[in-house]
């Protein structure tokens, strides 16, 4: 199964109260990624904990820690799966394309143009 790119409008707004829009590249990940990224976070919990325990004393905290770690952190990872890009994004100050690029991000999203320095922030549209 493929991943899904969707393409939406996006509202920009420059710290300095000029606004634009603009269009953003959602691409929300297959099954087979979202597993994948949570098994690499999995198991990197589970040969922590492993090695943990060999450690006098602490093996006793962090063992049971990185246990919950691996299925909290596994469950989180796969739950989560879409990278947001740039499709066709310019600053409202400068009028240059704002580069983007981002895994999981909050929503709304704040960046920096790399012309003129001004923060920007990104918020889908929803109309």
């Given at each position: 199964m493929n991943d899904k790119v969707e393409t939406i409008k996006a509202g920009v707004l420059a710290s300095s109260g000029e606004e634009g829009e603009g269009t953003i590249e959602i691409i929300r990940w297959s099954s087979a990624k979202r597993l994948s990224a949570a098994a690499k976070v999995s198991g990197l919990m589970l040969v922590l904990a492993a090695v943990s325990v060999f450690l006098p004393g602490l093996h006793f905290v962090l063992v049971p820690l990185f246990l919950i770690g691996a299925v909290a952190g596994g469950t989180y990872r796969f739950m989560k799966?879409?990278?947001?890009?740039?499709?066709?994004?310019?600053?409202?100050?400068?009028?240059?394309?704002?580069?983007?690029?981002?895994?999981?991000?909050?929503?709304?999203?704040?960046?920096?143009?790399?012309?003129?320095?001004?923060?920007?922030?990104?918020?889908?549209?929803?109309?």
């Open positions: 799966g879409e990278t947001v890009s740039d499709r066709e994004l310019k600053c409202p100050v400068c009028s240059k394309a704002i580069e983007l690029r981002a895994e999981n991000p909050e929503w709304p999203l704040s960046v920096q143009c790399q012309s003129c320095g001004v923060n920007v922030t990104i918020a889908k549209d929803h109309g």
